[in-house]
């Protein structure tokens, strides 16, 4: 059986159980969103630094207007008006991806106690072989 923290509390329903695996299903694949914006943000970080190089390499290469276009209209510029990467992830984190995290918390308080992945932990049950190596309860 599952530890007491995965267990549906007494008169909870299948779907307020199933609207809340959907809910931690969302927020979850907001979390992998959070990890792409902090990817386009280093790798965005990484290749304006890698212009410098770019820029070096050119004017040794005797092509001295391409690399000072690059520089003064490329390196350093804004993503989006007015807005570096840092500056989208900290509008990101502070604005919707906080407020994804209050309201799914609040949820699973209001109807559950608090409990996480309680529809995972039924469909383990389910789907578990009792008996069977592998399939324990517990590690």
């Known amino acids: 059986m599952p ?6 509390p007494d008169g909870v329903d299948d779907g307020t159980v199933t609207a809340l695996g959907k809910l931690s ?3 979850e694949t907001t979390e992998r969103a959070r990890g792409h914006l902090y990817a386009m943000h280093q790798l965005t970080g990484s290749a304006d630094l890698m212009l410098d190089d770019a820029v070096r390499l050119f004017r040794e290469a005797g092509h001295d207007d391409l690399a000072e276009r690059i ?8 993503v989006i008006t007015g807005r570096w990467t840092f500056q ?5 984190d502070d ?6 995290k209050e309201l799914e918390r609040a949820a ?3 109807l559950v106690g608090g409990r996480r992945h309680l529809y995972e932990a039924e469909m383990r049950q389910r789907r578990r072989t ?5 399939h324990e309860w517990e590690p």
């Open 3 to 8: 530890d007491p923290e995965h267990r549906r």
């Open 25 to 27: 299903e969302a927020l």
């Open 88 to 92: 989208l992830v900290e509008d990101y």
């Open 95 to 100: 604005g919707y991806y906080t407020l994804f």
């Open 108 to 110: 699973r308080e209001a």
């Open 130 to 134: 009792a008996g069977q190596p592998g």
């Open 71 to 78: 520089e003064r209209e490329l390196i350093g510029r804004n």
